[in-house]
């Protein structure tokens, strides 16, 4: 009885120095997976916010990580594959409406993507449904264009986007879809007239203040003319650098203007005219000091009361000062051209 108990007894301790013998190595083998399980979750979590079972390729999304996280993102992305840019799936949702925000049906929308093809582009036409409704799936690439179009409709260059990317997060176009709020593309339905007048005047003025009129009926220089233009300007021009005082003026008598940065300035306000326009280049305006100058502009003239639109071109380095302007000869303030020239 003694010797089997002695026996068991010696068998424990055998065991129990074998587990402490082996114990540093089991917990060394246990850390090392722990700290690889980690590392593993931290690099899902880089390369898919969202989850871990996206694929490889799937969009970045800047909401669920900060700056810097970003980068690393596309560092790693960088390293594991150099086109990856160009496979991100592009989902894209877009809506066509008019200038009152009303759905337009039946445009035609051109998508062309950036991708790994033969071709470098791919090009896939599309067009809106009964509520202006389009979009773009199962496809893949970087950037995507996107322009929308109706015959009988403008499109609007200052509201509308046309370029998306989909793989630089620290891109300003960057896009992330959103089916419940689509890009929306603004058309301006065409509304023309045939009593609207088209002009061009080519006009050199000494610089020296003196000026000129140009009768805008015919858009011929003439001393009997609504329009009065002076400019003052150095001669001969002097280098861009360092600035320098330029100046030119336009006066309507019992007219005037109204400055418009509109798309589609189709429409001339009924009042708020004033009879002088001027664009006075002075060297205190710093950086806002320009050679060149652009502008548009409504006006009005005449009794009984003719509306128009003027644009005009000039340099303080040039004598010449280059108008064209429209108006509309039957008193109405549709400024919107049937044609180009008449």
Do not use: C
Not at 301 to 322: M, V, W
């Amino acid at each position: 009885m003694r010797r089997r108990t002695v026996i068991a007894l010696a068998g424990t301790l055998v065991m129990v120095v074998t587990a402490w013998v082996f114990r540093p190595k089991l917990s060394t083998r246990s850390e090392h997976t722990e700290n690889a399980e980690h590392a593993a979750t931290d690099s899902t979590v880089l390369a898919s916010p969202s989850s871990g079972t996206e694929s490889p390729n799937s969009q970045i999304d800047p909401g669920s990580l900060n700056r810097e996280e970003l980068r690393v993102e596309v560092r790693r992305r960088d390293a594991r594959d150099s086109k990856w840019e160009w496979k991100i799936p592009i989902k894209f949702y877009g809506k066509v409406v008019d200038e009152t925000g009303q759905p337009i049906p039946g445009a035609d929308v051109h998508f062309q993507w950036t991708d790994l093809s033969a071709k470098g582009t791919t090009d896939r036409q599309a067009r809106s449904d009964a509520q202006g409704l389009f979009s773009l799936d199962n496809v893949s690439g970087k950037r995507l264009i996107a322009r929308v179009n109706k015959p009988g409709y403008y499109a609007s260059d200052s509201r509308n986007h046309f370029s998306f990317e989909y793989a630089n997060p620290f891109e300003e176009i960057f896009q992330r879809a959103n089916i419940h709020a689509p890009v929306l593309f603004y058309l301006r339905k065409q509304n023309p007239t045939a009593d609207v007048i088209s002009k061009s005047v080519e006009m050199v003025l000494p610089g020296d203040g003196t000026g000129t009129t140009v009768e805008l009926l015919s858009g011929k220089i003439s001393a009997t003319g609504q329009l009065q233009v002076q400019a003052w300007k150095p001669w001969p021009p002097r280098p861009m650098s360092p600035a320098y005082k330029w100046k030119v003026m336009f006066v309507i008598p019992a007219g005037g203007f109204i400055e418009t940065h509109e798309d589609f300035a189709f429409k001339a306000p009924e009042a708020g005219y004033q009879e002088t326009y001027e664009i006075d280049m002075n060297p205190t305006l710093s950086s806002q000091w320009q050679v060149s100058a652009e502008r548009s502009m409504y006006f009005t003239f005449g009794e009984p009361r003719k509306y128009g639109r003027l644009s005009l071109r000039t340099d303080g380095n040039s004598r010449y000062i280059f108008l064209d302007y429209v108006f509309n000869q039957s008193g109405s303030r549709n400024l919107e051209p049937a044609s180009k020239t008449r």
